[in-house]
Nanobody, 127 residues
């Protein structure tokens, strides 16, 4: 069973940067895509970013494109979400997710395609 553990959340002032981490434990699949999602109070969970196992392919929601960057360190089983110029609208619980895949350039924004989820980390952006 894969366990994903997010960290790095907290309170940040609008315009300052914040980096989230997601560490994976117990992985047995050799390749996988990773995704970031978020859920704000009163809103549906939404896609934020995704990255393929090879890290050669990334995909972002329009709302964060140009401000957020996802990256991964496969040797250390960790994926990152760097949040630059965050806005109060970015306030949410952020989740990382893993999709088992045998395609190195696979990634997806569809939450139902992910096999494992972390417990989430709260990000609050103050104005």
């Amino acid at each position: 069973q894969v366990q994903l553990v997010e960290s790095g959340g907290g309170l940040v002032q609008a315009g300052n940067s914040l980096t989230l981490s997601c560490a994976a434990f117990g992985r047995t699949f050799s390749s996988y895509a990773m995704g970031w999602f978020r859920k704000a109070p009163g809103k549906e969970r939404e896609f934020v970013a995704a990255i393929s196992w090879s890290a050669g392919a990334t995909y972002y929601a329009d709302s964060v494109k140009g401000r957020f960057t996802t990256s991964r360190d496969n040797a250390n089983n960790t994926v990152y979400l760097q949040m630059n110029s965050p806005k109060p609208d970015d306030t949410a619980v952020y989740y990382c997710a893993e999709k088992n895949s045998n395609r190195p350039y696979d990634y997806t924004a569809r939450s139902y395609e992910y096999d494992y989820w972390g417990q989430g980390t709260q990000v609050t952006v103050s104005s």
